[in-house]
Each structure stands twice: as structure tokens, then as C-alpha cells.
């Protein structure tokens, strides 16, 4: 392959096929018809001898040769973009799409206030919210697939950057009614009645004291801290009893609204949850820890001034969560 005879803008368009897998989307992507895509993708192909992308029923496919690419072309073209500044960031004017990675519960508590207040100052933005919880998340951050990652990460390599947003306790859900819902919670409660637990990994996917390790990024598995409860209930010689593990909180009022469970959960989320009145919410009997949870990007990102923005945005919406705890 000839560098003199390449046209940059081919890997614009290259990129826009990877991340979209569909010539239509990439196309209304940059601006350019169909025709003009898969054109460019043929001058491509020729340059470097290779498909690059196999039409398939689930879309345009990489090749191997392709995703080997991949991640060098969107840093090139990402710091091509950062040293001539041609692409000047206004949040009332952008048209600009964010990728946040977040499980339910982090989209409801941050994602929704932080939505409520684009509408205000940046109309034209959106916001794709991928689940947390994919086996590929440190792969799709690496790619520049992900813009944003919102969790609680125990491990963060030195490839991508992190920052704190904010901090929570435990809280423990039932319905009303229940047995215990009258006086104080012991822990002989929490010994007696069977749980409701969150998890968004098991063993099954490798997750080791309740974090799940991928390409060095470290994301909790467990939504409480089990290790707390099991300590506590040995002074009882008693094991909590798990009836039901969900991976999703939405489950969690309908599991409990007729049965005697109880469910540990982020206090954030507990909040949420309670908020229709048929669930009450009582601290734990024991001295349950306290989770950061944190949002994470590829140091790449670092100096776009959108990347930067969207950052300061998801910490207010953060900032304004915990407040709201107290």
C-alpha cells in the first residue's frame, strides 16, 4: 500500500462503517450517500488488500484485518482532530452522540437527571445507553466504542482514566407490612428472612469476590456487600439465605411485594425504588460498607472538550443524587 495515494478521509469513513456496521448509518454519520460509502470502502479495500467488512444478516462484519486497525485509526484520527482543533464544541449548537455504559439502576438515578438537564443545555445531544454489564466492556472503551463507563470498578488500568462521583451506603428494602416492618431490623432478621440480591455476574463469567476482571478493569458483580453480612451473622453462627438473584432492580419491588424477602441495595437505588410508597426502607443492622461509584474513559479522550463537558455533566447529575441521600 502506497501512504502518497491514500486519502485520509477514507479512514473517516472506515471508522464510521466500524462502529455503525451499516453503510446507511455510517453514511448519514459523514454527511455522504450510500454510493459515495461504499465507493470510498472499495478505494479502501484496494489500498490495503483486504474485504475489511463482510456483508452479513446482522450487518457490515470486520474482518480480522479490520479490528486490528480499529483501535490505531480512531486514536490517529482522534488526536489529528485534538492538535488542529477543527471540530470546536458547543453544547447548545452540538448534534454530537454519547455512548455511557450503565446498568438500570445507575441510568435511573444519574442518567435520567443528567438527560432532564441536556434538554436545557444542549437540545441537540444524545445519549446511547449501553449495559455495564457486557463481558466486553474494558474492549468496547478501548475501541472508542463506549464513551463513558459509570460503576463501581475495585481496579482501573493505567490506559484509562477515572473519576469518583459520588459515594453510597447500603440499604435494606420490604414491603409493607412485613414481619420486621414494625420495629427496629436485628440481624436475627436478616438471618430469618430470605433475600433478593442483585447481581450482574456470577462465577459463571468469572467474576472473583464479587468483581468481574477484563483486560485489566475490575467491575463489581455484587450490588451489596456480601462479605459484611456473612461477618455479621457469624456471631450468630448463621449463612444468609439467597431465595432469588436478579440482574435487573426493576424485579426487585414485584419480588417483594407479596412474600416476606428482604433485598440489600445501593441506598441511591433503594430511594428510587420506595418512591411509589408501597416499599419501606430500613438501614442495615450491621456495619455494611460504602461503594464509589465511579465513571471511567480512555485516557485518549482526555482533552476533547465534548468528552470533557459530558464528564462535568454526568458529575453534577452525580453530585446532585447524593445530596439527595442526605
Do not use: C
Not at 3 to 26: P, Q, S
Not at 30 to 36: E, M, R
Not at 56 to 78: E, I
Not at 220 to 235: C, I
Request: aromatic share 4%; no cysteine.
Amino acid at each position: 500500500m502506497s501512504f502518497g495515494r491514500m486519502d485520509l478521509n477514507l479512514l473517516k469513513v472506515f471508522d464510521a462503517i466500524y462502529e455503525e456496521r451499516n453503510l446507511v448509518v455510517a453514511g448519514k454519520r459523514l454527511n455522504l450517500t450510500q454510493s459515495a460509502v461504499s465507493h470510498a470502502l472499495g478505494r479502501l479495500r484496494e489500498l490495503v488488500g483486504d474485504e475489511l467488512f463482510m456483508r452479513t444478516g446482522k450487518g457490515m462484519v470486520p474482518t480480522g484485518r479490520a479490528a486490528a486497525m480499529a483501535p490505531a485509526l480512531r486514536d490517529a484520527l482522534r488526536q489529528i482532530q485534538a492538535t488542529l482543533g477543527v471540530e470546536p464544541f458547543s453544547a447548545q449548537e452540538s448534534k454530537r452522540r454519547f455512548v455511557i455504559a450503565a446498568n438500570d439502576h445507575l441510568t435511573a438515578v444519574i442518567i435520567a437527571p443528567l438527560s432532564r438537564e441536556l434538554q436545557q443545555v444542549a437540545p441537540g445531544v444524545d445519549l446511547v445507553i449501553r449495559p455495564s454489564t457486557r463481558l466486553d466492556l474494558a474492549e468496547q472503551i478501548d475501541l472508542g466504542r463506549i464513551d463513558l463507563a459509570i460503576g463501581i470498578f475495585a481496579q482501573v488500568p493505567s490506559r484509562l482514566n477515572s473519576r469518583t462521583l459520588m459515594s453510597q451506603g447500603e440499604t435494606i428494602l420490604m414491603r409493607k407490612g412485613h414481619p420486621a416492618s414494625r420495629r427496629k431490623l436485628t440481624l436475627r432478621d436478616m438471618a430469618k428472612f430470605p433475600l433478593v440480591t442483585l447481581s450482574v455476574g456470577g462465577q459463571e463469567e468469572g467474576a472473583v469476590g464479587g468483581f468481574i476482571l477484563e483486560r485489566g478493569l475490575a467491575r463489581q458483580s455484587e450490588m451489596f456487600d456480601r462479605h459484611a453480612l456473612q461477618e455479621a451473622l457469624r456471631e450468630l453462627n448463621e449463612l444468609p439465605r439467597t431465595r432469588v438473584t436478579v440482574p435487573h432492580s426493576l424485579a426487585i419491588p414485584e419480588l417483594l411485594r407479596e412474600t416476606d424477602m428482604l433485598s440489600i441495595v445501593p441506598a441511591s437505588l433503594a430511594v428510587a425504588l420506595a418512591k411509589h410508597g408501597d416499599l419501606l426502607r430500613r438501614p442495615p443492622p450491621y456495619p455494611a460498607g460504602t461503594s464509589s461509584i465511579r465513571a471511567v474513559w480512555h485516557r485518549r479522550e482526555e482533552h476533547d472538550v465534548g468528552h470533557s463537558w459530558l464528564r462535568e455533566m454526568v458529575a453534577d447529575a452525580a453530585r446532585l443524587t447524593e445530596e439527595a441521600l442526605g
